[in-house]
């Protein structure tokens, strides 16, 4: 993400340098699974949330990212819109089981 070496990354984020390409390498294959604290250190090294690395699509990784970025009365904005949203499917899925009786 940030052109980092494994080391280098691993050793930014707090790990024993003798072990920490060998650890990040196990992390990025998912031999192993990374503690949650361990993961925040991560995150924090590479300047992204800790949900990054726990997204399970692009959409949603890229969501996270923007989030993070965003300025609080940006990110009032975003929810207002995602609220506004919600509220319309919501309303969509209501009219058609109306229908439906």
């Known amino acids: 993400m940030r052109g980092y070496s494994q080391g280098d990354l691993g050793a930014?984020?707090?790990?024993?340098?003798?072990?920490?390409?060998?650890?990040?390498?196990?992390?990025?294959?998912?031999?192993?699974l990374p503690h949650f604290d361990i993961a925040c250190r991560l995150a924090g090294a590479l300047e992204v949330p800790p949900a990054f690395?726990?997204?399970?699509?692009?959409?949603?990784a890229a969501l996270l990212l923007g989030w993070d970025a965003a300025?609080?009365?940006?990110?009032?904005?975003?929810l207002k819109l995602l609220k506004v949203d919600a509220n319309l499917e919501r309303m969509k899925t209501n009219t058609r089981r109306r229908r439906r009786r």
């Open 53 to 60: 690395f726990y997204s399970t699509d692009d959409e949603t």
């Open 12 to 32: 930014r984020a707090g790990i024993d340098e003798a072990s920490a390409s060998a650890r990040i390498s196990q992390y990025e294959t998912g031999k192993h």
């Open 71 to 78: 300025e609080p009365a940006k990110r009032q904005i975003a």
